[in-house]
T-cell receptor, first 112, second 115 residues
Framework: GESVGLHLPTLSVQEGDNSIINCAYSNSASDYFIWYKQESGKGPQFIID?????DKRQGQRVTVLLNKTVKHLSLQIAATQPGDSAVYFCAENINTGNQFYFGTGTSLTVIP | NAGVTQTPKFRILKIGQSMTLQCAQD?????MYWYRQDPGMGLKLIYYSVGAGITDKGEVPNGYNVSRSTTEDFPLRLELAAPSQTSVYFC??????????????FGSGTQLSVL
């Protein structure tokens, strides 16, 4: 299967700071990407998605950036809050196929 | 809407036992998936279905079986449980308009231990 890798397995930030979580993908045919948040003991929760015809997409306090040239995806969280502490996964979909491939995740810890 | 509902939440099996993990969704999604998540790892796709009566293997299908007799339900069957199947299992669903998948909605998971 395809691999989706994350640059940093853990990230600690101070409350109120901005967080940036990175993700590298290996397949240039990937055309749809999703960021998920997973809190301890829960299922992954959708945060934001982006298609390959876009470079940037913004949500509430979150922004996803897509750089197709270097096959890199990032999730920016503004004014990080304690409730943002979780594991964040990126997932890629290839050629509008039926499967998503998930990375191993980055654990974000927000320090009060 | 309840979304994606998984039962049971926890289960301990002995080696060689069988069980079925239940998954139901009430969003009228045509696509359904089963993933497993090992500690500190990402999600690996076991099986998926694009509609009632249609199932396909994912990345790690060995030791599992599925069926999709209705749009709502997608049970996962373990026939001969092995310690390697100790994991957390997530069911997910999505709506596909026919031009590729949309975002996945996940259940809360089933934590399975095989001893």
């Amino acid at each position: 299967g395809e691999s989706v890798g994350l640059h940093l397995p853990t990230l600690s930030v101070q409350e109120g700071d901005n967080s940036i979580i990175n993700c590298a993908y290996s397949n240039s045919a990937s055309d749809y990407f999703i960021w998920y948040k997973q809190e301890s003991g829960k299922g992954p929760q959708f945060i934001i998605d982006i298609r390959s015809n876009m470079d940037k997409r913004q949500g509430q306090r979150v922004t996803v950036l897509l750089n197709k040239t270097v096959k890199h995806l990032s999730l920016q969280i503004a004014a990080t809050q304690p409730g943002d502490s979780a594991v964040y996964f990126c997932a890629e979909n290839i050629n509008t196929g039926n499967q998503f491939y998930f990375g191993t995740g980055t654990s974000l810890t927000v320090i009060p | 809407n309840a979304g994606v509902t998984q039962t049971p939440k926890f289960r301990i099996l002995k080696i060689g036992q069988s069980m079925t993990l239940q998954c139901a969704q009430d969003m009228n999604h045509n696509y359904m998936y089963w993933y497993r998540q090992d500690p500190g790892m990402g999600l690996k796709l076991i099986y998926y279905s694009v509609g009632a009566g249609i199932t396909d293997k994912g990345e790690v299908p060995n030791g599992y079986n599925v069926s999709r007799s209705t749009t709502e339900d997608f049970p996962l069957r373990l026939e001969l449980a092995a310690p390697s199947q100790t994991s957390v299992y997530f069911c997910a669903s999505s709506y596909s308009p026919g031009t590729g998948v949309e975002k996945l909605f996940f259940g809360s998971g089933t934590q399975l231990s095989v001893l």
